[in-house]
């Protein structure tokens, strides 16, 4: 079983509209979590890191993490192409140093 | 330097050569980790060093991958005898500490390792 899972997608948004990238993860010990958005040829980019229970924005993106449910999600607002990337959660278990990683959601925009 | 930075960008090299792989972390940056990437597929751990030592080195796929890090700086992956498989982008990443479940890790570009 994968610790961390994320559907492949592709995922298609229109323009302008919300994304909604969800993440669940099977370690109940794990603590962190985190977002990471990978362009096609390039490496992955730190978008957002998330610990603690609820809701944490950054600009036109919010985090949401429920312990409970053991799921993390990552909202785009407003979508635009240049978001179009594959998408990777990311979790560590307290102060592990390992990171678990998701195999990542392609998501397209399309104007 | 500002961010991670691995040489070279890309590699190609004939089946059987060895070949070895730079990655120099942000500044500060204790913990150091290599991944590979092969293509549409996801990040697959290779190993992960706590300043020199590498506690973690089971990601490593055969004694023909090795890895070594001095001055808590840079890293270098080696790959000998290089197969076609290994064929790959090899990435690296930095984080301030790992005995800190808040710490972020941030990537290099990668090197692109054509075996042909």
């Known amino acids: 079983q994968k610790e961390v899972e994320q559907n492949s997608g592709p995922l298609s948004v229109p323009e302008g509209a919300i994304a909604s990238l969800n993440c669940t993860y099977s370690d109940r010990g794990s603590q962190s979590f985190f977002w990471y958005r990978q362009y096609s040829g390039k490496s992955p980019e730190l978008i957002m890191s998330?610990?603690s229970n609820g809701d944490k924005e950054d600009g036109r993106f919010t985090a949401q993490l429920n312990k409970a449910s053991q799921y993390v999600s990552l909202l785009i607002r407003d979508s635009q192409p240049s978001d179009s990337a594959t998408y990777l959660c990311a979790a560590r278990r307290g102060s592990n140093y390992q990171l678990i990683w998701g195999a990542g959601t392609k998501l397209i925009i399309k104007p | 330097g500002a961010g991670v930075s691995q040489s070279p960008s890309n590699k190609v090299t004939e089946k059987g050569k060895d070949v070895e792989l730079r990655c120099d972390p942000i500044s500060g940056h204790t913990a150091l980790y290599w991944y590979r990437q092969r293509l549409g597929q996801g990040l697959e751990f290779l190993i992960y060093f706590q300043g020199n030592s590498a506690p973690d080195k089971s990601g490593l796929p055969s004694d023909r991958f090795s890895a070594e890090r001095t001055g808590e700086s840079v890293s270098t992956l080696t790959i000998q005898r290089t197969q076609q498989e290994d064929s790959a982008v090899y990435l690296c990443?930095?984080?301030?500490?790992?005995?800190?479940?808040?710490?972020?890790?941030?990537f290099g570009q990668g090197t692109r390792l054509t075996v042909v």
């Open positions: 998330i610990y």
């Open positions: 990443a930095s984080s301030l500490r790992a005995g800190q479940a808040n710490t972020e890790a941030f």
